[in-house]
């Protein structure tokens, strides 16, 4: 019932920008700390960034400075705006939703790719 739906991802030349689009149905992000993680081939999934439902963010150091993310209760939708993108910043991105309360489902979207050469 509840499902993260990524979007945005694409090819993109060393240097050049992308925004990544989490719509989530079936439930409120309002609800959530959302999180973008990538993973690039025979490599683990790693933590982008996350957001609380207060709106802090967290960067890992690889990509602070360069990305940002957002959320927009109202679309139920996050971002994240990805800027002077490098070629190691190749992976599937997938959005995550953890519940701001004990109980709740962890879900996560089917990821997009995001590939970035010259």
């Known amino acids: 019932q509840v499902q993260l739906v990524e979007s945005g991802g694409g090819s993109v030349q060393p240097g050049g920008s992308l925004r990544l689009s989490c719509t989530a149905s079936?439930?409120?992000?309002?609800?959530?700390?959302m999180g973008w993680y990538r993973q690039a081939p025979g490599k683990q999934r790693e933590l982008v960034a996350r957001?609380?439902?207060?709106?802090?963010?967290n960067y890992a150091d690889s990509v602070q400075g360069r990305f940002t993310m957002s959320r927009d209760n109202a679309k139920n939708t996050v971002y994240l705006q990805m800027n002077s993108l490098k070629p190691e910043d190749t992976a599937v991105y997938y959005c995550?939703?953890?519940?701001?309360?004990?109980?709740?489902?962890?879900?996560w979207g089917q990821g997009t790719q995001v590939t970035v050469s010259s």
């Open positions: 957001i609380s439902g207060g709106g802090n963010e």
């Open positions: 995550n939703a953890v519940p701001l309360v004990v109980g709740g489902g962890l879900y």
């Open positions: 079936g439930t409120k992000i309002s609800f959530y700390a």
